[in-house]
């Protein structure tokens, strides 16, 4: 059975290429995908404290973020700007980061509730890294972490969730 296309591949099939182009596609649009489905994850939380609110402009950051993952993922599925899609992703994650304590300001978030934001740091550590050379990468990789550390240390992060119950009985 030599003439079985299951026996006897033909010479291209033989020389399967696995390059770095082909790593660098797969990588661009697993990490399109996952920012994606960290962002719809993330989307309850986020609904949750701009509906709390009146105050609009708290949309901006979801909707950037989500437009620039979105942007990342058409870009890698063409495979067009594609690093420079990674770093509008990157410096929204990081922008909506700096952002919160402006956001966590507004009247009506509730105290201590997580950002929305906080689901979505990886994926800015990892855009960073696919879209800029090694050094400008590590320092997004410190610089997103960091700023997530400085933030969640605020009075306004930090607040408890809900109040203690007094373990006195009352009179």
């Known amino acids: 059975m030599s003439g079985s296309p299951f026996l ?9 290429v696995i390059n770095r182009a082909l790593v660098d596609r797969v ?14 994850q993330a989307l309850p939380l986020a609904i949750e404290q701009i509906v709390s609110t009146d105050n ?9 973020v989500m437009a620039s993952l979105l942007l990342a993922l058409v870009n890698s599925i063409f495979g067009r700007g594609v690093r420079l899609a990674y770093a509008v992703v990157a410096w929204a994650v990081l922008g909506a980061l700096i952002l919160w304590p ?21 994926v800015g550590t990892g855009s960073a890294a696919i879209a800029f050379r090694p050094r400008l990468a590590f320092a997004l990789t410190l610089a997103v972490p960091i700023a997530y550390g400085v933030l969640r240390v605020t009075p306004r992060a930090r607040a408890p969730r809900s109040r203690p119950r007094s373990s006195r009985a009352p009179t």
Do not use: K
């Open 8 to 16: 006897d591949p033909s010479p291209a099939a033989r020389q399967a």
């Open 27 to 40: 990588i661009a649009r697993s990490a399109a995908g996952v920012g994606l489905v960290s962002a719809v």
């Open 56 to 64: 609009l402009l708290l949309y901006v950051p979801y909707a950037a």
């Open 102 to 122: 402006i956001e966590a300001s507004a009247p009506g978030i509730p105290a201590g509730s997580d950002p929305w934001i906080y689901y979505l740091c990886t």
